[in-house]
């Protein structure tokens, strides 16, 4: 079946996890002690999040499952398009914790820029949010130009704050007997783009043979029936794997020519809690220099607006 149920965490396995994972990089790379210092005060605060949302509850959502498969019939993700009540009251605060963190980080300026203007109400918490869980790279980047701060770090600061709430969104929606109506639309499902929200894998996890790709944002895990590009779906002579490092087999970059898009997969005992997706990001840069360096990218989140 193309979605994959990955195995609930807790707060303390999570945090536990995590901290296994931070040891073994700064052995194998002490140079990332920065990197994985700032990453370890996120990862806690989006950590802590998770565990507020998923003991708050969710709001009742009218979503049916008819409805929802409707849509991922059409290709359309179930959370695209749909007005669905923000916990702003909940987030808001974490959102101001993450522009501190990483302002302490090394975004300075910057990152105190956008909380001032979050906190201030020069660009407003739940319409910030809102962009994010939509996916509207376009609305975030518009917002924040014309509100003289960083895109990037907006865009990212948002997605950190709204990513525990999408995560559980997904858990909820799809986490449902194999007789519900979903169960078919999930089982045809075969794009590299998410099911829930429509973004790109972060990477593909390989546990016992089976490939899955991990959503960057949500964490859902699927699979798909062909072995192609994620983006254009190229599978023939253009479509290449290889290891960097011969030594490490275990760790692949997937490059696409026609497309110049590229995945890291890598093989691993068990596929990663949310949300330490960024930790197993943070373990495969290597990857990512490796394949830049070539001329490949991540490219664009796809627009859904046509077919909503």
């Not at 898009?261 to 197993?280: C, E, M, Q, R, W």
Request: overall charge negative; hydrophobic content about 45%; glycine content about 8%.
């Amino acid at each position: 079946m193309p979605y994959v149920a990955v195995p609930p965490a807790t707060r303390e396995s999570r945090l536990a996890s995590a901290a296994a994972r931070w040891d073994a990089i700064l052995a194998a790379r002490p140079d990332l002690e920065s990197a994985v210092a700032l990453q370890r005060q996120l990862i806690g605060l989006v950590v802590d999040l998770t565990q507020t949302v998923e003991q708050g509850g969710l709001p009742r959502l009218s979503l049916p499952p008819k409805y929802v498969a409707a849509k991922l019939a059409r290709g359309v993700p179930a959370l695209v398009g749909e007005p669905i009540p923000l916990p702003v009251g909940v987030v808001k605060p974490a959102l101001l914790r993450l522009c501190e963190e990483l302002a302490e980080g090394g975004a300075g300026e910057a990152a105190e820029h956008i909380r001032r203007a979050i906190d201030g109400g020069t660009m407003e918490a739940g319409s910030l949010l809102a962009a994010s869980l939509s996916r509207d790279q376009k609305a975030i980047r518009t917002g924040a130009v014309h509100r003289g701060l960083a895109p990037d770090l907006v865009w990212l600061v948002a997605e950190l704050a709204i990513s525990p709430f999408a995560h559980a969104l997904q858990q909820a929606l799809f986490t449902q007997s194999s007789e519900s109506p979903l169960a078919a639309s999930l089982e045809a499902w075969d794009h590299g783009y998410c099911p829930a929200c429509g973004s790109w894998p972060a990477l593909a996890e390989v546990v016992s043979g089976h490939r899955v790709q991990r959503c960057s944002f949500c964490a859902v895990a699927w699979d798909r029936s062909t072995y192609s590009c994620i983006y254009c779906g190229e599978g023939g002579k253009s479509f290449v794997t290889a290891a960097p490092n011969e030594d490490h087999k275990d760790r692949r970059v997937e490059v696409c020519s026609s497309c110049t898009g590229y995945l890291k997969t890598v093989d691993v005992s068990a596929f990663s809690p949310f949300p330490l997706l960024a930790i197993a990001d943070l373990e495969t840069m290597d990857l990512d220099v490796a394949a830049m360096e070539h001329g490949y990218a991540r490219l664009p989140l796809k627009d859904f607006a046509a077919r909503r």
